[in-house]
C-alpha cells in the first residue's frame, strides 16, 4: 500500500477506521491525547471516576475528529486495496 504523505492517519488494511499514524503531526496529536489521558487519571480519577469517563469521551470524540479531518477517507476494507 503506497504511503500517502497528505494523510496523518493512514486507513486500516482490514475494516473501518485508522491505523498507526503515518508521520510526526499524527504521532504528536496521538501523543498528545495518551498525555492529556494520562494527566486526567492522575488529577480527575482520583477524585470522581464519573468525570473521568466523561473527559476521555470528550478526548476521544476530539481525537476521532482529527483522524476524520486528517486521515484517510474511512470506509470498509477487506485487505485487497
Known sequence: MPRDDRYWFPAKRYGWGWGPPSNWQGWAVLAGFVALVA?????????????????????????????????EPPRWRWGGD
Request: glycine residues 6%.
Open 39 to 71: 494527566v486526567g487519571a492522575a488529577t480527575i480519577l482520583p477524585h470522581s471516576p464519573a468525570r473521568f469517563v466523561a473527559y476521555v469521551v470528550v478526548l476521544s470524540v476530539l481525537l476521532t475528529a482529527v483522524c476524520w479531518w486528517k486521515g
